[in-house]
């Protein structure tokens, strides 16, 4: 609203301030307003790219705001959906400390990975190890993000990838998210090597997940074990979770099993088979998403339900609101207490 008849003002102001030879500067809300004015046009990413450049490399003396950059210039990028000007960008080696962040690479590597850059989402890997942000050469996310990589490329050199970061990050005493053991699975799974899969599972310290359920009956029935392979179709048939998500399985993971069974010699696991897939059938337990779907799908924020108080904590409040009422700084007050929502 406020750049809404000056925009092209603006911009051309800027253009001038970014010329070789000008004395002007690049401030702090200049940058800020030109990242938010953005258009996806290469005349405003390049006058962006100059305005970073410039505003980088003038006296950090004359900078006194702790205004962080980086994550919101990868959000620009990332809306805009340029991976190639935002890897760019990231890997000038001028502005080597200005995407310090770890929320920046995370961006980033969302970004490459969502246009299928595999190989530059883990060469911005290399990058986050070798910086060691916040004391930590492994963060979680940045973990998955380069697992998913690997899990999309599956070819031989992206399986030696994904054992090679495994062992470095369970060596550093890092703990992987399931997300990025499910990846990690799923590639073993299709590198022939279910064995693997079985041994990365097995961290999870949940097997319930639906992605690890389905991973896990795919890597058996690649081992030719049927036989083991049945208890885990078997278990969310027997467990009774009223109100939740419904346990699935995928239809290609059942096939997968299927044909472990008719390699089976073992009468006694074909009719156990036929058993457990007409009761899953009947109960609506397979579905025609892929296990691939499954495992790329979005992960969504959950809000938690907020839980009622207990007897202590509704006999504190109140005396809270008694010594208010008596102070005059009740909820009708002009001094109510600040909660966490209102410090956010």
Not at 163 to 174: C, I, N, Q, T, Y
Request: proline fraction near 4%; charged fraction near 30%.
């Amino acid at each position: 609203m406020q750049f809404r008849e000056m925009a092209d003002r603006f911009r051309q102001k800027m253009k001038d301030f970014v010329q070789p030879n000008s004395a002007n500067m690049v401030f702090t809300e200049d940058l800020k307003h030109m990242i938010h004015l953005a258009n996806n046009n290469e005349e405003d990413l390049d006058l962006i790219e100059q305005m970073i450049l410039k505003f980088n490399k003038q006296s950090r003396d004359l900078r006194f705001g702790s205004f962080i950059f980086g994550p919101v210039v990868m959000r620009m990028y990332h809306h805009l959906n340029r991976p190639k000007e935002a890897l760019k960008i990231f890997m000038n080696p001028d502005l080597d400390q200005f995407f310090n962040q770890i929320i920046s690479f995370q961006i980033l590597m969302d970004l490459l990975l969502r246009n299928e850059m595999y190989d530059e989402v883990l060469q911005v890997m290399e990058v986050v190890k070798d910086k060691q942000l916040q004391g930590s050469r492994y963060p979680r996310n940045i973990v998955v993000l380069a697992m998913a990589a690997v899990y999309k490329q599956n070819t031989p050199e992206s399986f030696e990838y994904m054992k090679k970061l495994w062992r470095e990050v369970k060596d550093a005493g890092h703990e992987p998210m399931r997300r990025a053991i499910t990846f990690a699975a799923a590639l073993a799974i299709n590198q022939k090597s279910p064995h693997v899969a079985v041994e990365l599972l097995s961290e999870v310290p949940r097997q319930n997940y639906v992605t690890v359920r389905n991973l896990k009956a795919a890597a058996l029935a690649d081992l030719d074990r049927a036989d083991d392979a049945l208890p885990v179709l078997r278990s969310v048939i027997e467990v009774d979770t009223p109100g939740e998500v419904k346990n699935t399985f995928c239809a290609d993971v059942i096939a997968k099993v299927k044909e472990a069974v008719d390699r089976s010699d073992k009468k006694e696991v074909h009719q156990e088979f036929q058993r457990i897939l007409e009761q899953l059938t009947q109960l609506g337990y397979i579905t025609d998403a892929s296990l691939d779907s499954q495992l790329y799908s979005e992960i969504e924020k959950v809000t938690l339900p907020s839980r009622p108080r207990t007897q202590d904590q509704r006999i504190l409040a109140a005396k809270f609101e008694r010594q208010d009422r008596g102070s005059g700084r009740g909820y009708q007050g002009q001094r109510q207490r600040i909660g966490l929502a209102d410090m956010e």
